[in-house]
């Protein structure tokens, strides 16, 4: 059964380097999410690929963080610098459709940050 | 402003009793409601979506646009059922932003 896959599992950073995170949507599938949950928290919408085009990134901190999708396949969420309070669950999630039929979202393992 | 509304952080019943989780949303347009469900250690999941109009798991969810609520039910619990329960409306938009509540931790005890 396809998978989202998310690497790395976990990543232990000092503040103020750069991360990096990747993730690799279902065969196919158009709309690509990145979502933060802090513990105890939904998960908040980062930023949205159509393709390979944003179409939604009103809640990335872009003076930090930065998102691609070059050839709308796979995906690359960084941080840079990181912060304290980056410490956060990274979850990808990718949909098949963005509306009508097919819009179930599908969702990574994800990645576990903790900035020291 | 777009916002989801998950009343009860917490939420214990018994084996056997009905449950009930509330959500709440305020959106302009047509959003499509989605329920998804966390087991402990596994990824978050789709439980179930209002066009499907189906149970899942004997899970059911009926859409009130008057009241704005989208609340997940079940009338005899499962100890498997103990879980993170997110609503989640799907904005009407071309592109279709997906936004989570906060999340309820139901546990049910045997």
């Known amino acids: 059964e396809a998978e989202v896959a998310q690497s790395p599992r976990y990543k232990i950073t000092e503040k103020s380097q750069a991360v990096a995170f990747w993730c690799d949507p279902i065969s196919g599938h158009a709309t690509l999410y990145w979502y933060r949950q802090i513990l105890g928290q939904g998960p908040e919408l980062l930023v949205q690929?159509?393709?390979?085009?944003?179409?939604?990134d009103s809640q990335l901190p872009k003076d930090r963080f930065s998102a691609e999708r070059l050839k709308g396949v796979d995906s690359t969420l960084k941080i840079q610098p990181a912060e304290l309070g980056d410490s956060a669950m990274y979850l990808c999630a990718s949909s098949l459709a963005r509306t009508g039929h097919n819009t179930e979202a599908f969702f990574g393992q994800g990645t576990r940050l903790t900035v020291v | 402003a777009q916002r989801v509304t998950q009343p009860e952080k917490l939420l214990s019943v018994f084996k056997g009793a009905p449950v009930e989780l509330k959500c709440n949303y305020s959106y302009s347009g047509s959003p499509e409601l989605f329920w998804y469900v966390q087991y402990s250690r596994q990824r978050l999941q789709l439980l179930l979506r209002h066009i499907s109009r189906e149970s899942i798991k004997g899970f059911t969810a009926d859409l009130n646009k008057g009241e704005t609520s989208f609340h997940l039910k079940k009338p005899f619990a499962q100890e498997e059922d103990s879980a993170m329960y997110y609503c989640a409306p799907k904005s009407g938009t071309s592109y279709g932003k997906l936004t989570f509540g906060q999340g309820t931790i139901l546990t049910v005890h045997p």
């Open positions: 690929f159509q393709d390979e085009s944003v179409v939604d």
